[in-house]
């Protein structure tokens, strides 16, 4: 057998983790045709099928799950040699890959980047964006170095989450609502009342849902929006009620424009925390971005508005 090489083997861990040839071709840069062909030579060098082909998915042969954990290792070990190197030059230099939610994004990684440019001032930095489920995707396939996660079931073996805080998620609606008056949300009112919740595909949402599913109510008006910050201007205006965490809307809670209730008797808590693949030491720079971000949110399980009722 001949020795495999680099690009086959990124070819064929994206393939095999995107199982399609148009999004493995996407990710890579690269025609469907050339990760075809790629492909190909690499079965052949390796004497041995990796993939079945049905229709346009393609799964796995035993000897693709043979090769997969290799690949994997070897891919990893390539990425950690060439860290290593970039870490010998200049103090700074180097590339720190993040990715995040567009909820982190605009609440926790601009103090966070802020902080670490001015140990890192020609650090290149790279974000990617996205909700949980895009976010294991792209630490999986080497996209990004460490993500600032939700823990969750998906948070599986292969991959380490580093805790950073605790949240809870609350009712968040506007001081006319009736719940504000009552200072609570009546359990017999909750599945009529229009709620205005994140991304059904979010995985807060999935949480959302199962809460009131083992609470014995029907969501039956959901409003889905893909941003925290139109979910808080629609509850201004009295379009609902959001469901939302108290430290993504602290200034207007702050300001009484909006009134924080919960959602029950149970409490519905997240955990965020920093994940990254198992088995990888992680550089200094982003062991130092890891710091940071506790640094930064040590204090958003604990926020303590004026509309908290």
Not at 54 to 83: N, Y
Not at 170 to 192: N, T, Y
Not at 302 to 308: A, M, S
């Amino acid at each position: 057998m001949s020795t495999l090489d680099s690009r086959q083997l990124l070819a064929f861990v994206t393939l095999a983790r995107r199982g399609s040839f148009t999004l493995a071709a996407k990710d890579l840069f690269l025609t469907q045709s050339a990760v075809s062909h790629t492909i190909k030579t690499l079965e052949r060098d390796a004497g041995v099928r990796l993939f079945d082909r049905v229709g346009k998915r393609v799964h796995l042969t035993q000897g693709g799950e043979q090769l997969m954990p290799h690949a994997e290792r070897i891919l990893r070990e390539m990425q950690d040699a060439r860290t290593a190197l970039e870490e010998l030059q200049n103090w700074g230099q180097g590339r720190l890959r993040v990715g995040a939610s567009t909820t982190a994004c605009h609440h926790i990684l601009p103090t966070v980047l802020r902080e670490f440019k001015q140990s890192f001032p020609s650090c290149l930095i790279k974000i990617e964006s996205g909700d949980h489920p895009r976010q294991m995707e792209l630490l999986r396939s080497n996209q990004v170095d460490i993500a600032l996660t939700l823990e969750s079931e998906a948070n599986a073996a292969d991959l380490v989450f580093r805790p950073l805080f605790e949240d809870e998620l609350k009712f968040l609606v506007s001081p006319m609502h009736p719940w504000a008056a009552k200072r609570r949300a009546p359990a017999e009112a909750i599945g009529a009342e229009s709620l205005i919740l994140y991304n059904k595909n979010s995985y807060t949402f999935r949480m959302v849902d199962k809460y009131f599913r083992e609470e014995g109510i029907e969501l039956k008006n959901v409003i889905e929006l893909g941003s925290m910050e139109a979910i808080k201007e629609l509850v201004k205006i009295g379009m609902g009620a959001g469901v939302l965490s108290p430290w993504i809307a602290r200034d207007e809670l702050a300001k009484g424009v909006l009134v924080s209730l919960p959602l029950g008797k149970r409490k519905l808590k997240r955990r965020w925390g920093v994940s990254f693949l198992k088995g990888r030491k992680l550089p200094l720079a982003e062991e130092t971005f890891a710091g940071l971000c506790e640094a930064v949110t040590q204090d958003f399980g604990r926020v303590v508005e004026q509309g908290d009722l």
